[in-house]
């Protein structure tokens, strides 16, 4: 299973988000080690876990911090981080179905997912993201 490498494309240069934004990384490439060698919805349930624990504490840390440095498009933010949410609350929905296909589908769309917001979301607000 190919693995998604950090590089300094990825990098806001705001310590704390850039730390959080790894820790994402590091989250789905555990994921993608665990497909194939375990029950999928096993794999599933431990992903969904961990990716809804942290993408909360994540997101909650981005908004307070455009929330505090006034940007103009904090709301907006908020919006696509709320969606994202909303998506893998309803995955759990396929957790009792899913298979191998499915957890490979999930695994690049949640590459693609992480580095596009990365890259075209929070890279242009990073002036607004500093501590
Ligand atoms: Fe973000």
Redesign the pocket.
Known sequence: MSLVEWDDSLAIGVKLIDKQHKELFRIINSFSERIGKEDPSFTLKVTLDSLKSYAHY??TT??KLLQKNRCPLHFR?QG??AAFAGLVAKLEERQDSIDRKGLLELQAFLVDWLTT??KK??MP?RAYFAP
């Open positions: 994540h997101f981005e908004e933010h696509m981080h917001h990365i979301q929070d607000l």
